[in-house]
């Protein structure tokens, strides 16, 4: 039981009221030699006893000390030489302090025993002190020793208690002083330690007092107005780290602190000695109205004293018995020693707990069994075992409260499907619903369990349950959150489900009832705004489509956010999780991957992509197609003529930006397709392919703008102009002034043989002579002036090959005599050893000439322009060789294609263009190169 305070007016029950159990097996101790009842001390005029450290201690009138162990084999000497009148034991140390006297009259002496040591069979005296309060003799009523061995109390008939502080084993340096005077005696003394502080409590028969004598002066507390006026009334307690006082009186046993008093319990009649076993309350007292008669023994009359003991945490007597004239009250080695006035030993053995609660479940004394293994440390799993047991008998007799309130106490020991089938087949609704409480509040719920519970409530309609379950928004959560959601949804109770989803972040089923059930499109949207970027990232591509044809405007603008710098709409401006390096962090996803949400929802997808290229202008190019495509989409199919300008307008300057990413590829296909005539072109400009634009305008028949092609893109491509002769020459029409124009820039270009486009005027069937009259009039006196250039040319060939020969039979047959007088290459004159080249009068410094020139045997300064002449000729050759191969190889094969592809890889049919010299300057090429460059005299 744990103690509560009392007011001092309010009646406590009397100790009849509770229930009797015998908790203790009683029995005489023998001796082991004789097997008889022990009677050693049948001659013993017993006058103290005390235990502890594996003794009894036993003191007599005579003065002598009997030390009894547990084999109460007996050790005497004598301690005093008249009489022992008290003896204290300490707890914590070996010693015994006994107080007695050794001369007639009022003169009693403390001694300190060391039962450790021992000479010639008696334990060693470490102090001797005289105990008289001034010079007053009176006779001690009590003793009592603190287990820091510093302070001793003693107290006197007279009402004086002598404090002595100091070490108690020694007398030395031992300093003594009065604490208390008063004209009771003291009844009880004892002490306590609080914290720092050491208290005294004084007994007396007309007070309670607390001294506290740690400090520099000692304080006095009052804690009660009466006390007790017999001796071996007062006692400690050891129910708790707190002990408390207690004192027995002739109504009530009494709890006190340092400050106040506690609880009282009233136990009638008169109490002799109180005592205290393992947190049992032993009183010996008498009671008149059921005292059992007095007894005789060995010619003397005995009265019978009742010894009870109490369970006072439990509340309930574990043991009541007569025993003759009870002298002292002994505790040792696990059980009770009670000396009875015919001087036999009585032995209380208290019963193991197990037995003692078979004896409580015989009686269905649950309650009283679950409160006594706590007090006594029972194990967890024992403990479980009685709460089984106790809900069992409980459900029994049909208590089905009670036994619902014992079933939870075994939540994570007891297969909570025990319980469950229990109440499920009684229909016991509430009692279930209680117990799937706790056990969620115990977290030892499952899923099925969470399911049970949430389907009570929902069957019992208890909204209050239920919102107190899920809704509270501080409760610890002790449940599975997806199987709440789950039923909550399935019973109807969306609100709680999209709490518990909100509250937990369980993203998906949010959305999903606040679109599938709630069609709350609008607080779905807004949930998605206030996600992390990778879920909002996620959810917007799992639900886009629904929420484009619901709320497009605010999809669309959500969409712009999280394409560009995305923020959670409950973030501030600056929040620090979004910095690296005191840089905001910038989190964008890919507009591509969102287009197809858009899917009946063009105007939006224009909007989303024209902010998307104007805010990052080097997006991908899946976007600015797809604008592309809708701009023409718009084009084509505007009836407003304000409207399809600015659409016209849009998609020009879209093609024209330079930033512009588009596919030009793609571009092109979109603008034929939707036939946009300006894009076709820019296009085709842009991708330089000006034949298509001239193409263009042929197949739509614009002559102006077929001619401006030619002239504006004629440099580029020379070949529009043959194309654009073609296109003319096949006309009927009258188109002679553009057929004109471009005859005349063939013929300014010699783009085409006059042949050629004879041939191509031929098809014309308008074309008259006139006009090609002045082309071909012209076009023959150049050929006339060429032929005669050629002849004229050839005339000179020949006069140079004969001049050259001619020189070379020279060169043959006579002496060649060099004149030169300098070097070609330092300009100095020369010096024997020299050389000299026959290619001209070039001569050289040996030692000039093996520095510079590059190749032994030719002349520098004629090397480099003879090595050009000679590049020349052997191309021709290669080439005549070559031409001839390929005309023999192809008239040879089969697969005539394969053959002109090997050589178009070869390159073969590359234009080369060859850079001539001037007449003159060709004769002096072909001049050198009949010299010897390799021909040189030393």
Aim: charge should be neutral.
């Amino acid at each position: 039981m744990s103690y509560y305070a009392l007011p001092r007016s309010i009646t406590v029950p009397y100790a009849y009221q509770w229930r009797r159990f015998n908790f203790f097996d009683k029995e005489i101790v023998k001796d082991s030699e004789t097997d008889q009842p022990f009677d050693k001390l049948k001659d013993v005029n017993v006058s103290a006893c005390v235990s502890g450290r594996g003794q009894l201690i036993i003191g007599d009138h005579e003065g002598y000390l009997y030390l009894l162990n547990r084999q109460l084999q007996i050790s005497a000497f004598k301690a005093y030489e008249i009489r022992v009148s008290h003896l204290f034991q300490m707890k914590q140390h070996s010693l015994l302090i006994s107080i007695g006297e050794d001369e007639q009259g009022v003169n009693p002496l403390i001694k300190v025993w060391n039962l450790e040591k021992m000479e010639r069979g008696v334990p060693l005296c470490t102090r001797i002190s005289r105990a008289i309060p001034g010079n007053k003799p009176t006779p001690v009523t009590c003793l009592s020793v603190h287990d820091n061995l510093n302070w001793m109390a003693v107290g006197f008939e007279s009402g004086s208690v002598i404090l002595f502080k100091g070490d108690v084993t020694k007398d030395r340096h031992s300093k003594t002083r009065i604490v208390h005077e008063s004209s009771k005696p003291v009844t009880g003394l004892a002490f306590k330690t609080q914290g720092k502080n050491i208290f005294l409590y004084v007994v007396t028969e007309a007070s309670v007092l607390s001294i506290c004598i740690s400090g520099k002066q000692d304080v006095k507390t009052s804690v009660e107005d009466f006390g007790s006026g017999r001796l071996g009334c007062t006692v400690m307690s050891d129910l708790s780290q707190d002990h408390q006082l207690v004192v027995g009186r002739q109504d009530a046993v009494y709890f006190y602190q340092t400050d106040s008093r506690g609880p009282c319990l009233a136990f009638e009649g008169e109490k002799l000695q109180l005592h205290w076993f393992r947190g049992y309350l032993i009183i010996v007292g008498k009671d008149n109205k059921a005292l059992p008669r007095p007894v005789t023994v060995g010619g003397q009359t005995l009265e019978m004293n009742i010894v009870t003991v109490y369970d006072i945490q439990n509340k309930f007597i574990a043991y009541s018995a007569p025993f003759p004239d009870v002298i002292g009250v002994m505790s040792e080695w696990g059980s009770v020693y009670i000396l009875g006035g015919d001087r036999k030993f009585y032995q209380l053995q208290e019963k193991d707990t197990q037995t003692k609660l078979e004896m409580l479940f015989k009686k269905n004394n649950y309650t009283l069994a679950i409160s006594l293994a706590k007090s006594q440390q029972y194990d967890q799993e024992g403990l479980m075992d009685i709460f089984t047991q106790y809900g069992d008998h409980l459900y029994s007799k049909g208590d089905h409260d009670g036994a619902i309130d014992q079933y939870i106490k075994t939540i994570g020991k007891l297969e909570a499907s025990y319980v469950i089938r229990k109440f499920l087949d009684a229909q016991r609704i509430h009692n279930l619903t209680k117990y799937l409480q706790a056990l969620h509040k115990g977290q030892k719920a499952t899923e099925e369990h969470t399911t049970l519970l949430l389907n009570c409530y929902t069957k019992l309609k208890d909204v209050s349950k239920l919102d107190e379950f899920i809704m509270t928004k501080d409760r610890e959560v002790d449940f599975d959150v997806e199987t709440a959601i789950k039923v909550c949804r399935q019973a109807g109770y969306f609100d709680h489900a999209l709490f518990l989803a909100e509250k937990h972040n369980k993203h998906e089923w949010y959305l999903r009832m606040q679109l599938e059930d709630k069609k709350n499109y609008q607080k779905a949207l807004e949930y998605i705004g206030k996600l992390e970027f990778e879920e909002a990232e996620e959810n917007l591509k799992k639900y886009g489509k629904v929420l484009m044809s619901e709320v497009p405007r605010q999809t669309t603008e959500l969409l712009k956010r999280l394409c560009t710098d995305y923020r959670p709409t409950d973030r501030p401006l600056v929040d620090a999780g979004m910095m690296e390096g005191g840089i905001p962090r910038i989190q964008k996803a890919s507009a591509e991957e969102f287009i197809h949400i858009f899917v009946n929802n063009s105007e939006k997808l224009t909007e989303f992509l024209e902010h998307m290229v104007k805010v990052q202008p080097n997006c991908n190019n899946l976007l600015y197609n797809t604008l592309l495509e809708l701009y023409l989409h718009d084009v084509v199919h505007e009836r407003d003529g304000a409207a399809r300008t600015d659409k016209i307008r849009k998609t020009e300057e879209l093609l024209k930006n330079p930033d512009a990413k588009y596919d030009l590829d793609q571009a092109l296909v979109l603008c034929q397709m939707n036939n946009f005539k300006t894009g076709i072109l820019y296009l085709y400009e842009k991708a330089h392919l000006y034949q298509q634009i001239l193409r263009y305008h042929m197949e739509h028949d614009d002559y102006i703008h077929v001619i401006d092609s030619c002239k504006k893109f004629g440099q580029q491509d020379s070949n529009l102009w043959v194309q654009a002769l073609s296109y003319f020459a096949r006309k009927e029409e009258q188109c002679k002034p553009q057929l004109m124009e471009v005859l005349s820039h063939i013929d300014k270009k010699s783009l085409l043989p006059p042949l050629l486009v004879i041939q191509t005027l031929a098809h014309n069937s308008t074309a008259t002579l006139s006009v090609v009259k002045d082309y071909i009039i012209r076009r023959l006196q150049l050929e006339s002036d060429q032929i005669a250039e050629d002849e004229r040319l050839i005339k000179q060939y020949r006069e140079d090959t004969e001049k050259k020969r001619g020189q070379i039979e020279q060169l043959k047959t006579e002496a060649k005599i060099f004149q030169a007088s300098k070097c070609n290459i330092c300009n100095h004159p020369l010096e024997i050893p020299s050389v000299h080249f026959l290619c001209e009068p070039h001569s050289y410094h040996q030692h000039c000439f093996e520095s510079y020139a590059e190749n032994d045997s030719e002349c520098p300064v004629c090397a480099a322009e003879n090595r050009k002449i000679m590049d020349i000729i052997r191309a021709q050759e290669q080439s005549k060789d070559l031409h001839e191969h390929f005309h023999n190889q192809l008239e040879r094969s089969q697969d005539g294609f394969s053959v002109v592809a090997d050589y178009f890889g070869r390159g073969v049919f590359n234009k080369v263009t060859l850079i001539t010299d001037s007449p003159a300057r060709q004769r002096d090429q072909k001049s050198a190169s009949s010299n010897f460059p390799s021909s040189r005299l030393v």
